[in-house]
């Protein structure tokens, strides 16, 4: 699999033999100091500068902005990434975690992060908004992944979505939820004007499903695996009837000042998805710790979500999240339409 994901990465740069030459000057240099056969002052100080500058131009910063449950999170907790990254000379810094993508979407669109990964559903939204981001990876949708649905109470009469007629759902408005909920109505030729979506964010929705406030709740996992097996809740819905992508946003200015620092975080990421899909046990150790769940609720949502696979988008990917975009702009979830292709990265290209 992580050749897989190789083949459609750039080959990043190594590093050069004359910056190691230069390194090499320098220790000798201060050899000499040391033992009283320096060369002149004027000589040694332009040596040292020209260090300085090739040190600065080789060494570059990448942010990663992160959610709880997602593979930068596990990514910090294991480290491997972080060293992959020093021995090319590119630092790391995390940013997180932010509660939701739209929050997440909003500190990289402010400086406070380069990278970070959301569903395209808050993606588009974001892009629409005006927020100046790019798509640089993405995550193929899996048609059979288990990790959305609209869940109810265990005791509720609801039990598929014909019943959610005059009910009111929870979704997060412009994202994932709403977009999921209008698909199963659109699927089973139930008006939208039927159904009255509650927009609250998801730390809101468990609370508001479990006291009875709503009736239902599009969403996605960890929460579902939560909400079924420690407050009882039961699907109405399985897989999702128009399965979307999950995509690594980049802020604008770091996808053109850093390329090469953005192409080698997103190989790097890539091997750590790798990673997550041959050891899916440790996987779910990893979610333990991140998002405090038990063990149980952690192998469920390992075994909801299945394999990932992170590349680099081509003209099918991005023709497909077109679709989307243009969908959401006739259900107006969208103020404006969304010239997918214009948003991929050019690091991506």
């Known amino acids: 699999m992580l050749n897989q994901f190789k083949k459609y990465l750039f080959l990043l740069p190594q590093r050069s033999n004359n910056s190691l030459s230069?390194?090499?000057?320098a220790s000798f240099c201060l050899g000499w100091a040391i033992s009283g056969c320096a060369p002149s002052k004027s000589a040694n100080t332009n040596t040292a500068q020209n260090v300085s500058n090739q040190t600065q131009e080789k060494t570059?910063?990448?942010?990663?902005?992160?959610?709880?449950?997602?593979?930068?999170?596990?990514?910090?907790?294991?480290?491997?990434?972080?060293?992959?990254?020093?021995?090319?000379?590119?630092?790391?810094?995390?940013?997180?975690?932010?509660?939701?993508?739209?929050?997440?979407?909003?500190?990289i669109s402010a400086n406070q992060a380069d990278i970070g990964g959301c569903g395209d559903i808050p993606g588009l939204s974001a892009i629409?908004?005006?927020?100046?981001?790019?798509?640089?990876?993405?995550?193929?949708?899996?048609?059979?992944?288990?990790?959305?649905?609209?869940?109810?109470?265990?005791?509720?009469?609801?039990?598929?979505?014909?019943?959610?007629?005059?009910k009111k759902v929870a979704v997060n408005q412009a994202g994932a939820g709403e977009y999921l909920l209008l698909k199963v109505?659109?699927?089973?030729?139930?008006?939208?004007?039927?159904v009255q979506r509650v927009f609250l964010a998801p730390t809101?929705?468990?609370?508001?499903?479990?006291?009875?406030?709503?009736?239902?709740?599009?969403?996605?996992?960890?929460?579902?695996?939560?909400?079924?097996?420690?407050h009882g809740a039961r699907r109405i819905t399985t897989t999702h009837p128009a399965p979307t992508y999950?995509?690594?946003?980049?802020?604008?200015?770091?996808?053109?000042?850093?390329?090469?620092?953005?192409?080698?975080?997103?190989?790097?990421?890539?091997?750590?998805?790798?990673?997550?899909?041959?050891?899916?046990?440790?996987?779910?150790?990893?979610?333990?710790?991140?998002?405090?769940?038990?063990?149980d609720v952690a192998k469920r949502v390992t075994e909801n979500q299945g394999p990932q696979l992170l590349v680099i988008p081509n003209a099918d990917d991005v023709a497909k999240i077109q679709k989307t975009a243009d969908w959401m702009l006739e259900q107006k979830i969208l103020p404006k339409r969304v010239d997918v292709a214009a948003t991929v990265c050019p690091t991506a290209k």
Do not use: H
Not at 130 to 137: M, R
Not at 204 to 230: H, K, M
Not at 264 to 291: H, P, Q
């Open 246 to 295: 999950s995509v690594m946003l980049v802020r604008n200015e770091a996808a053109a000042k850093s390329p090469e620092a953005v192409k080698a975080a997103f190989s790097g990421l890539g091997e750590e998805y790798d990673w997550l899909n041959v050891n899916t046990a440790k996987s779910a150790e990893f979610l333990v710790k991140d998002i405090k769940i038990s063990p």
């Open 185 to 194: 109505l659109e699927k089973e030729n139930i008006s939208k004007d039927k």
């Open 128 to 166: 629409a908004a005006g927020q100046e981001l790019c798509i640089g990876a993405v995550q193929r949708p899996r048609p059979e992944s288990l990790s959305s649905a609209i869940v109810v109470r265990g005791d509720s009469p609801i039990r598929k979505p014909a019943d959610l007629v005059g």
């Open 22 to 25: 230069a390194l090499l000057v």
């Open 60 to 107: 570059s910063l990448i942010r990663l902005g992160y959610q709880k449950g997602g593979v930068v999170p596990i990514a910090r907790q294991r480290g491997e990434l972080e060293n992959k990254l020093a021995a090319q000379n590119i630092k790391v810094e995390w940013a997180g975690p932010f509660d939701r993508c739209a929050t997440l979407l909003q500190a």
């Open 204 to 230: 809101d929705a468990a609370p508001a499903l479990y006291q009875g406030t709503v009736d239902a709740w599009a969403v996605w996992e960890p929460y579902i695996s939560v909400a079924e097996l420690e």
